[in-house]
């Protein structure tokens, strides 16, 4: 098993999800530690429009691990991180209260 993906698939996965988190912690960075942001803010909005990329990650790691048949580390780590991120989705959606 190597580490990097070989299949165009799979780097569109991986670089996909490493944008997500990317974003996800710098947005959190921004708010609980320099306290320049809220997450009552619009750009928290916007933000989480990046949750569409780590779901689109996972569709494109899935298909290149069945088609293409790529088996490295980080394309499993991506789809992995895309099913917690829907998991994530549909369990915050079921407890939230506002």
């Known amino acids: 098993m190597k580490l990097k ?3 165009t698939l799979g780097r569109w996965s991986v670089g996909l999800n490493t944008f997500f988190l990317i974003v996800i912690a710098t ?3 921004l708010v609980k530690v320099l306290r320049v942001l809220s997450f009552d803010d619009t750009w928290w909005d916007v933000t989480v429009t990046v949750f569409i990329l780590s779901i689109a ?4 790691g899935i298909i290149a691990i069945r088609k293409s048949k790529e088996s490295s580390a980080l394309v499993y780590a991506s789809v992995i991180i895309g ?3 829907i998991l ?6 079921l407890f939230i209260n506002d």
């Not at 990650?57 to 494109?60: E, H, N, V």
């Open 27 to 29: 947005s959190n960075f």
């Open 5 to 7: 993906p070989l299949t």
């Open 83 to 85: 099913l917690l991120t």
């Open 57 to 60: 990650a996972f569709i494109l």
């Open 88 to 93: 994530f989705l549909l369990l915050h959606s």
